[in-house]
């Protein structure tokens, strides 16, 4: 069993940025695919990025190419999204998710959840 726990949402400025944390329990993080979604209120989960268990294969989608990073410590169980130069329509709550399997778009069934951390990007 996995617990997932985001944290390091908050308030911020269009053009601002936030590193988000999603923290894993259990000892076999390592073997587990991390990826990153959004979603506004009436809009779809969006995918946002991906990292491999190992931490050697990254994917984002294409808007956040060159100022999103997503990272993986496994020695401290947790992910981490690095947010750049951040826009008012990316207010959404961020969730990360965790699957056994990599996936270049973030795509297959997910095992683990986390409850999201809620990022507002003021104009």
């Known amino acids: 069993q996995v617990q997932l726990v985001e944290s390091g949402g908050g308030l911020v400025q269009a053009g601002g940025s936030l590193r988000l944390s999603c923290a894993a329990s259990?000892?076999?993080?390592?073997?587990?695919?991390m990826t990153w979604f959004r979603q506004s209120p009436g809009k779809e989960r969006e995918f946002v990025a991906t990292?491999?268990?190992?931490?050697?294969?990254?994917n984002y989608a294409d808007s956040m190419k060159g100022r999103f990073t997503i990272s993986k410590d496994n020695a401290k169980n947790t992910v981490y999204l690095q947010m750049n130069s951040l826009k008012p329509e990316e207010t959404a709550v961020y969730y990360c998710?965790?699957?056994?399997?990599?996936?270049?778009?973030?795509?297959?069934?997910?095992?683990?959840w986390g409850q999201g951390t809620q990022v507002t990007v003021s104009s």
């Open positions: 259990g000892r076999t993080f390592s073997m587990y695919a």
């Open positions: 990292i491999s268990g190992n931490g050697l294969y990254t």
């Open positions: 998710g965790a699957k056994t399997h990599y996936t270049s778009n973030g795509s297959g069934a997910y095992e683990y």
